[in-house]
């Protein structure tokens, strides 16, 4: 099993900056992409950017030229660079890392961290 702690979420306000990092535990050689989740009220968990373990990454059309992941497969962690934050950018922002248990691909979800971008 995989244990992911995210960190990093707060309030900033539109155009500022705020970074997640997301630390992976437990059985973490079997893990592949990692990426970042957010649900804002009302909404769908959308895909926010992703990174496989090679450092290919994807993002959502709506975060491209103003959010950066990265990993550090030595710390077993993902980060979230966010830059120029709007207001609908405010959701909860889940980590989540997919890894290869029991001939399986596995989904494994951080807690949750609030990111709040006031006006």
């Known amino acids: 099993q995989v244990q992911l702690v995210e960190s990093g979420g707060g309030l900033v306000q539109a155009g500022g900056s705020l970074r997640l990092s997301c630390a992976a535990s437990?059985?973490?050689?079997?893990?592949?992409?990692m990426g970042w989740y957010r649900q804002a009220p009302g909404k769908q968990r959308e895909l926010v950017a992703s990174?496989?373990?090679?450092?290919?990454?994807n993002y959502a059309d709506s975060v491209k030229g103003r959010f950066t992941i990265s990993r550090d497969n030595a710390k077993n962690t993902v980060y979230l660079q966010m830059n120029s934050l709007k207001p609908e950018d405010t959701a909860v922002y889940y980590c989540?890392?997919?890894?290869?248990?029991?001939?399986?691909?596995?989904?494994?979800w951080g807690q949750g961290t609030q990111v709040t971008v006031s006006s």
């Open positions: 437990g059985s973490i050689f079997g893990i592949g992409a």
């Open positions: 989540n890392a997919r890894a290869f248990e029991m001939a399986r691909w596995l989904d494994y």
């Open positions: 990174i496989t373990s090679g450092g290919s990454t």
